[in-house]
C-alpha cells in the first residue's frame, strides 16, 4: 500500500489539483485535518470510504491509522491544507513511515501565501523592487524557532516577507520589522485566501497592526510585507523585454 499525501490547498475546494481530486476519488482510507480541510473535498471519496479526522488525534494515533491500513492492504489519502512543503508536520509523520517501511508519495498543494498573492492581485517578485520572498513565522506557543531566524536577521535584505501563522501577533511582528523596513513599507494581510469568508487588508507598517486588531483577525491569515506589494513604474522583466534578442 501506499500512503498519498495531498496538498488541499488554501481552503477553496476547487483549488485542490487534479492529481489530488482523483486520489480521493479512489481512496479507501482518508485523514484529514478536519479544522483545516473543507468538508466539501471529502464528496469526492466513495461511500465506502473510511475517513478519520485528525484535528484531535496525536502522532502515535495516526501513526497506527498508516499502520492498519498498511496491513488490510489499503491505500491512504493523507489531507493536508496548503502545501506539503510548508508547516504540515509532514516530517514527523514519513519518519514514522520510514520507520514502519511503509511507501509514501506526495502532491503538491496551492499554498496559503500564493493564494493571498493572486487576491491582492500582485506578483510578490517584481524586477529591480523585489526579487525574494522569505516565507517564516513567529514561534510563541509553537515549535521554537531557530535562534538566527529572527525577524530582525530575515529582514536585513529587504526581501519580501510573509508571515504564516502570525497574525494574533501583529504588534509584535511590525516592532521587529519596523527598524529595517521603515514605517512606510507597504502591507498587507489576506484572511481566508480563496474562501467566501475571504479578508483584505491594505496598508503600511505604521498601519497594518490597528487594521488587523480592528478587524478582529486572530488566525487563519497570512501578512505580506515589502515594496513590491506598491511598486509602480518599474523595469520591464527581461524574459519579455523588447530588447532581448530572439532566437
Known sequence: ?????????????????????????????????????????????????????????????????????????????????????????????VRRLDQLGIDYDMVPGVPAFAAAAAALKRELTVPTVNQTVILTRLAREASAMPEHETLANLGRSRGLIVLHLATHLVT?????????????????VVAFASQPGELILRGTLATIADQVRGAGLKRTAVIIVGASLAAEGFRDSHLYSCDRPRS
Do not use: K
Request: proline share 5%; with cysteine; charged share 20%.
Open 1 to 93: 500500500m501506499t500512503v498519498h499525501f495531498v496538498g488541499a490547498g488554501p481552503g477553496a475546494v476547487d483549488l485542490i489539483t487534479v492529481r489530488g481530486q482523483q486520489l480521493l476519488r479512489e481512496a479507501r482510507v482518508v485523514l484529514y485535518a478536519g479544522s483545516l480541510v473543507p468538508r466539501e473535498l471529502l464528496d469526492e471519496c466513495p461511500p465506502e470510504a473510511r475517513l478519520v479526522d485528525t484535528a484531535d488525534l496525536d502522532l502515535d494515533t495516526i501513526t497506527a491509522e498508516f499502520a492498519a491500513a498498511d496491513a488490510a492492504g489499503l491505500d491512504v489519502v493523507r489531507l493536508h491544507s496548503g502545501d506539503l512543503s510548508v508547516w504540515s508536520a509532514v516530517a514527523e509523520q
Open 172 to 188: 509584535e511582528a511590525v516592532a521587529e520589522l519596523l527598524p529595517n523596513y521603515g514605517a512606510d513599507c507597504p502591507a498587507a
